[in-house]
């Protein structure tokens, strides 16, 4: 999941740099578009995923890898134990592995 995310977050860096560089004087044509790689995930592939994942899953997973917040915050936040905490997050990861390798 970590390695969709910088993924995408690069991309959207690399995007940046290239449309400041198209803005230069001195800037050169891009090199043909290449294919996307196959295995690469999209953003909307992603989403749909998330939303698929079970209730309890999806907070955990959403609180603590993308909002970043600790086991024992998010175990206060659902009012869960912090073992549950991590269970959830970990069972997220792995069904959204199983999800978008397909």
């Not at 953003?43 to 959403?62: K, M, N, V, Y």
Request: hydrophobic fraction near 40%.
């Amino acid at each position: 999941m970590n390695q969709c995310l910088d993924h995408l977050r690069g991309r959207q860096s690399k995007m940046r740099r290239s449309t400041e560089s198209i803005d230069a004087e001195d800037a050169i044509e891009p090199a043909a578009h290449t294919p996307a790689v196959p295995t690469a995930v999209s953003r909307l592939d992603l989403e749909r995923a998330i939303s698929a994942l079970p209730a309890g899953c999806r907070a955990a997973f959403l609180l603590h890898d993308v909002e970043g917040f600790e086991h024992r915050e998010i175990a206060r936040i659902l009012g869960v134990s912090e073992g549950t905490s991590k269970s959830q997050v970990h069972k997220a990861r792995m069904k959204l592995r199983a999800k978008l390798s397909q």
